[in-house]
């Protein structure tokens, strides 16, 4: 059984930066981070990989989020800066095969820390 357990989330203002933490990892899988916002589909948004290091990024958070990982302490970063009331949703920690931005190819998720952005 893996554990995945984020903290971070919380209520900023539009051009504002939050760090959310991922406690937890699965050997043989890419750490990511997704997020949910009402009404809308599932998003990936970042992956990274433990043993090479390449990080994936989808289009909508590209230069604004990083994605880090401390392997030794089995923990993962997703940071965010310059931060849109459209970024406002539920974020999620996920363990995923193949560095995959797919909902679908996630193996293991956390239970989510939310995350709103006002204007």
């Known amino acids: 059984q893996v554990q995945l357990v984020e903290s971070g989330g919380g209520s900023v203002q539009a051009g504002g930066s939050l760090r959310l933490s991922c406690a937890g990892s699965?050997?043989?899988?890419?750490m990511g981070w997704f997020r949910h916002a009402p009404g809308k589909e599932r998003e990936g948004l970042a992956t990274?990989?433990?043993?090479?290091?390449?990080?994936y990024y989808a289009d909508s958070v590209k230069g604004r989020f990083t994605i880090s990982l401390d392997s030794a302490k089995k923990t993962s970063f997703l940071q965010m800066n310059s931060l849109k009331p459209e970024d406002t949703a539920m974020y999620y920690c996920?363990?995923?095969?193949?560095?995959?931005?797919?909902?679908?190819?996630?193996?293991?998720w956390g239970q989510g820390t939310q995350v709103t952005v006002s204007s």
């Open positions: 996920a363990a995923v095969i193949r560095c995959s931005l797919y909902s679908g190819d996630v193996g293991y």
């Open positions: 990274i990989s433990p043993i090479t290091g390449n990080t």
């Open positions: 699965r050997y043989g899988y890419c």
